[in-house]
């Protein structure tokens, strides 16, 4: 998911409607948007469908005013697919000081457990969402303000969280201890803004001011901005997969810019797994970056030989299997008269099931390619991801019951190769690779090492 928020602008709602727009690689499914004024309170509007066909009207955006405001894009992660009105974010609730909406991008690993307790105890849920946790553990804190009762409330929460939240007067930013997912602030006036990405800054023009950093909690409001460091200090394990593919390109993640850290995966790809062709060829447009550092590294030509259609969205981003599988071919068409004959080094980010590979393989030999190579941009994907990117369950993941081997026998290609974890780790800027006592980031999805115990999944069955 995607969160973006600004205070202290003219109409903020304008703004959130165009950082959402700029974060929409996010979330596709909804998005929404709750703004403050002081004369007409709280605002809220929640769509489904993508932000430019809904936050673009001005008789809906007229609906929003005031200096302060928050939204979401949404791809569901936990709770229910094919989702409900109700589970779009921000969530509101009503406190005895006054309202707060928050917009979560993360999941929630504990999130059964507290609605069960919660429910228990007498909160009346209206959503399927992990999220809704937060606003009924608020609702029974003790604390006498609205930022110290999201301390309390998230001091009980386990998982992933980069939420920006707001009150009358206040936009709030916190990250989990772990900072698995990014969160930046930026500067606009005399206004700050909150954003997933800096990507979202861009479009607003703002300048880029820092990370929120792991663990930490910002309220911003007209006296300025208070930072504090609620939860128990761990050393940061931010989510690798937002190097490799979740994060746009153009964002800057610590210091380093993503396209060139994917660039540099495929300088590393081609170090690890060199082979003999004709033609370097992304997979767009994940695929892209990488492939133009492989074919750099290998002096093997750069070519597009498959095209996108950019009028489709992400592939995974739509939840049923039924429309992904259909989706390969809506998205993506082979460049016949480049790939004829061709020795092809197809480039992509990442294989999860495997569909959109065979599907491009087919697609890539019916075209009269001679030979086909598939080189991954990240290592196999063996385990799912319980922080908020949707991965499907453990059995559906080629990685977590083929080989290496038996993957390329399945996809029947001519040799399939990932990228080390060693390799991805110096792409992201660590020299030395991964530090195995203590790993610099989450990568739980290709070592299965969780940096946060999956409580409500093991309590379901799901074995470490
Ligand atoms: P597959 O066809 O193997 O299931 O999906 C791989 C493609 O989906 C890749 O081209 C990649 O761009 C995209 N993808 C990237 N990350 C994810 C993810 O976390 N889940 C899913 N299902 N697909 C992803
Ligand atoms: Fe990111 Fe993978 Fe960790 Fe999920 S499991 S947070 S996708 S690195
Ligand atoms: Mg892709």
Redesign the pocket.
């Given at each position: 998911c995607g969160v973006f928020g600004v205070i202290g602008v003219t109409d903020a709602a304008n703004f959130v409607a165009l950082g959402l727009h700029a974060l929409q690689h996010r979330g596709q499914e909804a998005g929404g948007i709750v703004s403050h004024h002081p004369d007409e309170g709280f605002n809220s509007v929640r769509r489904f469908g993508y932000v430019r066909d809904n936050f673009t009207k001005q008789s809906l955006m007229e609906t929003l005013p005031g200096p302060l405001a928050i939204g979401h894009v949404r791809y569901s992660t936990a709770g229910s697919k094919g989702a409900a009105i109700r589970d779009v974010q921000p969530f509101f609730g009503e406190f005895s000081m006054g309202g707060a909406a928050i917009a979560h991008n993360g999941n929630i690993t504990n999130a059964d457990a507290l609605r069960r307790e919660l429910i228990e105890r007498g909160s009346i849920f209206q959503s399927s969402s992990d999220s809704e946790c937060i606003i009924h553990l608020m609702a029974r804190s003790l604390q006498r303000n609205i930022p110290e009762r999201m301390e309390d409330a998230l001091r009980r929460v386990e998982g992933a969280f980069s939420i920006v939240a707001m009150t009358r007067s206040e936009l709030i930013g916190v990250r989990d201890a772990l900072g698995v997912r990014p969160l930046v602030m930026g500067k606009i006036g005399d206004g700050y803004v909150l954003s997933s990405e800096t990507c979202a800054l861009d479009i607003i023009g703002a300048d880029f001011v820092r990370e929120i950093e792991p663990g930490e909690m910002v309220v911003i409001s007209d006296e300025g901005v208070e930072s504090s460091f609620p939860f128990r200090r761990k050393s940061s394990r931010f989510c690798i997969?937002e190097h490799v593919?979740?994060s746009r390109p153009d964002s800057i993640i610590g210091g380093r810019s993503v396209y060139e850290t994917r660039r540099q995966i495929g300088v590393e790809l081609a170090r690890e797994a060199p082979v003999d062709a004709d033609l370097v060829c992304p997979?767009p447009d994940?695929?892209t970056p990488a492939a133009i550092g492989f074919a750099h590294e290998s002096g093997i030509p750069f070519g597009m030989g498959i095209i996108r259609n950019q009028y489709m969205g992400?592939?995974?981003i739509e939840p049923t299997e039924q429309i992904?599988n259909m989706g390969?071919r809506l998205k993506l068409n082979v460049n016949r008269a480049l790939i004829r004959g061709k020795r092809v080094i197809l480039v992509?980010?990442?294989?999860?099931?495997?569909?959109?590979?065979?599907k491009i393989k087919e697609m890539i030999l019916d075209a009269g390619a001679a030979e086909v190579h598939f080189r991954i941009a990240s290592p196999p994907?063996a385990w799912p991801?319980f922080y908020g990117?949707?991965?499907?369950q453990r059995e559906k993941l080629?990685a977590a019951t083929m080989s290496e081997d038996e993957m390329r026998e399945h996809l029947n290609v001519d040799s399939l190769k990932f990228i080390s974890l060693d390799g991805l780790y110096r792409a992201v800027g660590e020299a030395e690779g991964r530090s195995n006592s203590c790993p610099q980031y989450c990568d739980a999805?290709f070592s299965g090492e969780y940096p946060v115990e999956p409580s409500d999944m093991i309590k379901k069955g799901f074995e470490l």
């Amino acid at each position: 998911c995607g969160v973006f928020g600004v205070i202290g602008v003219t109409d903020a709602a304008n703004f959130v409607a165009l950082g959402l727009h700029a974060l929409q690689h996010r979330g596709q499914e909804a998005g929404g948007i709750v703004s403050h004024h002081p004369d007409e309170g709280f605002n809220s509007v929640r769509r489904f469908g993508y932000v430019r066909d809904n936050f673009t009207k001005q008789s809906l955006m007229e609906t929003l005013p005031g200096p302060l405001a928050i939204g979401h894009v949404r791809y569901s992660t936990a709770g229910s697919k094919g989702a409900a009105i109700r589970d779009v974010q921000p969530f509101f609730g009503e406190f005895s000081m006054g309202g707060a909406a928050i917009a979560h991008n993360g999941n929630i690993t504990n999130a059964d457990a507290l609605r069960r307790e919660l429910i228990e105890r007498g909160s009346i849920f209206q959503s399927s969402s992990d999220s809704e946790c937060i606003i009924h553990l608020m609702a029974r804190s003790l604390q006498r303000n609205i930022p110290e009762r999201m301390e309390d409330a998230l001091r009980r929460v386990e998982g992933a969280f980069s939420i920006v939240a707001m009150t009358r007067s206040e936009l709030i930013g916190v990250r989990d201890a772990l900072g698995v997912r990014p969160l930046v602030m930026g500067k606009i006036g005399d206004g700050y803004v909150l954003s997933s990405e800096t990507c979202a800054l861009d479009i607003i023009g703002a300048d880029f001011v820092r990370e929120i950093e792991p663990g930490e909690m910002v309220v911003i409001s007209d006296e300025g901005v208070e930072s504090s460091f609620p939860f128990r200090r761990k050393s940061s394990r931010f989510c690798i997969f937002e190097h490799v593919y979740f994060s746009r390109p153009d964002s800057i993640i610590g210091g380093r810019s993503v396209y060139e850290t994917r660039r540099q995966i495929g300088v590393e790809l081609a170090r690890e797994a060199p082979v003999d062709a004709d033609l370097v060829c992304p997979v767009p447009d994940s695929g892209t970056p990488a492939a133009i550092g492989f074919a750099h590294e290998s002096g093997i030509p750069f070519g597009m030989g498959i095209i996108r259609n950019q009028y489709m969205g992400r592939t995974f981003i739509e939840p049923t299997e039924q429309i992904r599988n259909m989706g390969v071919r809506l998205k993506l068409n082979v460049n016949r008269a480049l790939i004829r004959g061709k020795r092809v080094i197809l480039v992509d980010d990442s294989v999860v099931r495997g569909t959109t590979s065979r599907k491009i393989k087919e697609m890539i030999l019916d075209a009269g390619a001679a030979e086909v190579h598939f080189r991954i941009a990240s290592p196999p994907t063996a385990w799912p991801c319980f922080y908020g990117v949707d991965t499907p369950q453990r059995e559906k993941l080629l990685a977590a019951t083929m080989s290496e081997d038996e993957m390329r026998e399945h996809l029947n290609v001519d040799s399939l190769k990932f990228i080390s974890l060693d390799g991805l780790y110096r792409a992201v800027g660590e020299a030395e690779g991964r530090s195995n006592s203590c790993p610099q980031y989450c990568d739980a999805c290709f070592s299965g090492e969780y940096p946060v115990e999956p409580s409500d999944m093991i309590k379901k069955g799901f074995e470490l």
